[in-house]
């Protein structure tokens, strides 16, 4: 397969039609001109040591240049072939809260970076494994879809903030369903969903959502993220020193709490586990583990080879045919001038 790397220096390539007409018309008009100035004999005999031939063999190295220059810039490229390519694996959609409570920081450095660190890892010991990202506050939304493209996962993960989500809240219901909906049934990979969460559900139902997988065969994992006791959430300048704490329109400060109820009820409807988050341990990769138990499904990922630049073999001989241009002469040969010479001389004798 080819492609071009920079289509749009093609365009030059309209540069050879338009010099082949104006080399014409030059032609033409020296012809002409040749023809006013004196008799075609005279011309003949005064032009005698410059060659037409050797005029258009200079010109055709100048055309050739300029076409192969084009082809050049444009970078051709050769590369891929589709093919299928069989890996094992898990469809594994991590469901992260970015809503406001989770840059408390009863977990440290707070529950949202440590989520990220988390997936991170995760990311990082995947083989085969298909994952996606699904954020949520008051909404739910795909940070990107099930891909075993780790590097471009780490970096939509790296994007991932509070302000990921327009609308504050706590939808986990929303996040369980937009991850059912993005998981194609017909493929017979294990579906999982890992929600990380503080658990405070605000918007919807997340346990009709959480029976609606689970009836699908979606496996359904929660890690809470938090304390039962709670903690503040702290509010940063814009250098980012803190300020003050989060507070309601009483002028309290707000408290979030782990709600463990709901995610350990959760897991049970999704047949997983619920997992307690805390600041040394690494709650992900014990879900990785327990998936390796699994038995993992064989799916297809359809993938393509590098591409490999292939410029070098146009500018290569353009570089020459230009060379060539420059050092060719528009004089006749001295064979060619001999043979010349030995015409006229056999016409005087006839």
Not at 66 to 95: C, H, M, Y
Not at 140 to 162: C, E, I, M, R, S
Not at 242 to 251: I, T, Y
Request: proline fraction near 3%; charge should be negative; include cysteine.
């Amino acid at each position: 397969m080819i492609r071009f790397a920079h289509p749009e220096y093609l365009y030059l390539l309209v540069l050879v039609p338009l010099m082949v007409l104006l080399f014409w018309q030059f032609s033409r008009s020296r012809t002409r001109a040749a023809r006013k100035f004196s008799s075609p004999m005279l011309f003949t005999r005064l032009a005698e040591r410059t060659s037409n031939a050797k005029r258009v063999e200079k010109f055709v190295f100048l055309v050739c240049a300029t076409a192969l220059l084009s082809v050049a810039l444009a970078n051709p490229q050769i590369g891929t072939r589709l093919e299928e390519v069989k890996q094992e694996g898990v469809d594994l959609f991590i469901a992260l809260d970015v809503s406001l409570s989770m840059k408390a920081e009863d977990i440290k450095p707070n529950r949202l970076e440590k989520a990220k660190l988390e997936i991170r890892n995760l990311i990082g010991r995947l083989a085969g494994d298909r994952i996606g990202l699904i954020v949520f506050a008051g909404d739910a939304y795909t940070q990107f879809p099930l891909t075993t493209d780790y590097g471009a996962a780490n970096l939509f993960l790296d994007a991932v903030d509070v302000n990921s989500v327009p609308s504050q809240g706590t939808a986990i219901g929303s996040a369980i369903e937009r991850a059912v909906d993005s998981f194609d049934f017909e493929d017979k990979a294990t579906k999982v969903v890992v929600i990380i969460t503080d658990g405070e559900n605000t918007e919807g139902d997340d346990i009709e959502a959480a029976k609606d997988a689970a009836s699908k065969g979606v496996l359904l994992y929660t890690v809470g993220l938090g304390s039962a006791v709670g903690a503040p959430i702290p509010v940063y300048n814009s250098a980012g020193q803190q300020v003050d704490f989060k507070r309601d329109a009483a002028g309290s400060v707000v408290v979030t709490k782990l709600d463990e109820a709901s995610l350990e009820k959760i897991a049970e409807i999704g047949s997983g586990k619920f997992f307690l988050g805390t600041s040394s341990q690494d709650e992900l990769d014990a879900i990785y583990k327990n998936l390796n138990a699994l038995q993992k499904k064989e799916f297809g990922v359809k993938q393509f080879t590098d591409y490999e630049d292939r410029f070098q073999y146009f500018l290569v001989p353009a570089l020459l045919l230009l060379l060539m241009e420059v050092l060719a002469s528009e004089k006749r040969s001295r064979w060619a001038e001999r043979w010349s010479l030995l015409r006229r001389e056999e016409e005087k004798t006839a």
